[in-house]
């Protein structure tokens, strides 16, 4: 009923002018023109300085943030470096430790041997010499008894009796060069 309403109206009353909604009149462009222009200038100065101030901000903590990191890197990298020397001395000085524990090992070693050989030798001198006291002890207590075997087995040989005094000196020099030789 509306639409019947506007129609009546239209048709009984002046002509009027048809506004087209897509162009719109000049003094409203020219307006419009102006207030977004105005607006422009004001985002340029007002808004647009702080924007470009935070995005410099952001790019300086950025890049702060990047040389920190390359510090820390560079750092972390020296860091190892000093523990791979520490390390590498560290197992020198193990290697240094185990080559003279050896080597004082050795040391001992060879004096313990030395010593053991010293004692052996010692006790080899001492039988030996007990060794030839007991050889001349026994030639000592046999030189009688040879000499009159000695004595007798010459006389069966030549068969008559022989003085055992008169020959105990050839006897007891054939005996000495003996136990010598």
Same mark, same amino acid.
């Given at each position: ?43 340029? +100065? ?47 000085? +193990? ?58 087995? +010459? ?27």
């Amino acid at each position: 009923m509306l639409a019947l309403l506007s129609l009546i109206a239209s048709e009984g009353g002046e002509a009027k002018e048809v506004v087209n909604p897509v162009i719109p009149d000049t003094p409203e462009l020219v307006w419009g023109a102006i207030a977004f222009f105005l607006l422009l200038i004001l985002m340029y +100065a007002v808004c647009l300085p702080p924007i470009r101030q935070a995005m410099r901000r952001r790019e300086d903590q950025m890049r702060n943030d990047a040389e920190s990191a390359e510090r820390a890197r560079v750092e972390a990298e020296q860091v190892r470096r000093d523990y791979d020397a520490t390390l590498a001395e560290a197992r020198a000085e +193990a290697s240094r430790i185990v080559d003279a524990a050896r080597q004082a090992g050795e040391a001992r070693r060879a004096e313990i041997i030395r010593a053991a050989e010293d004692d052996v030798a010692a006790e080899r001198q001492a039988a030996l010499a007990d060794l030839d006291a007991a050889r001349t002890t026994a030639l000592d207590g046999l030189r009688p008894q040879v000499g009159s075997i000695a004595v007798a087995a +010459a006389g069966k040989v030549v068969q008559r009796d022989l003085d055992v005094a008169a020959n105990q000196s050839v006897v007891d020099e054939h005996v000495r060069s003996a136990s010598r030789g």
